[in-house]
C-alpha cells in the first residue's frame, strides 16, 4: 500500500466527534467535541487580541494613525474572546478532561482580559501622542 493510498482512506473516513464514536478509527480523526472547539475558538482570538494589542503598543509612536486601529481591534477581539470564555465556563457541566472545554474557556477568559487591557493601554497612548504631537 503506498502512503497516498492510507491518506485517502482516512480522509475519507467519516468524522467523529465523540470519542465512542471513534473507538475503531483510531486516535487521530477525533476532531473533539462541540463545546471544546467553541472553547478553542474563543481561546484563539483571545490569543489574537494580545499579540495584536502587543503590537499596537509598541507601534504607537512609530505608525502614522498611532496604533489607534490595533488598539480597537484588540479590545473588540478581547471583549470577544474573554466574553465567549466567560459564558463556555458559565454553562459547562463539568471539570477538566470531560470534553466540555472548560481549560479552553479559563485560557480565553484570561487572554481576552489581557488583549483588552493591552488595546485599552495602546489606545490611550495614542491619544496622548495625538494630543501632544
Request: glycine letters at 18%; charged letters at 10%.
Amino acid at each position: 500500500m503506498s502512503v497516498l493510498f492510507v491518506l485517502a482512506a482516512q480522509a475519507a473516513s467519516p468524522v467523529c466527534t465523540t470519542s465512542a464514536e471513534c473507538a475503531g478509527q483510531g486516535v487521530d480523526t477525533f476532531l473533539g467535541t462541540p463545546e471544546r472547539i467553541w472553547a478553542s475558538v474563543a481561546a484563539l482570538v483571545a490569543l489574537g487580541s494580545v499579540v495584536i494589542g502587543w503590537l499596537a503598543l509598541r507601534s504607537v509612536r512609530r505608525i502614522g494613525n498611532g496604533g489607534r486601529r490595533g488598539a480597537i481591534v484588540a479590545v473588540v477581539a478581547g471583549l470577544i474572546g474573554g466574553l465567549n470564555g466567560a459564558v463556555k465556563l458559565a454553562v459547562a457541566d463539568g471539570g477538566l478532561g470531560t470534553g466540555n472545554g472548560v481549560f479552553g474557556a479559563a485560557l480565553a477568559l484570561v487572554l481576552g482580559l489581557v488583549g483588552a487591557v493591552l488595546g485599552g493601554l495602546a489606545l490611550a497612548r495614542s491619544r496622548r501622542t495625538e494630543l501632544s504631537g
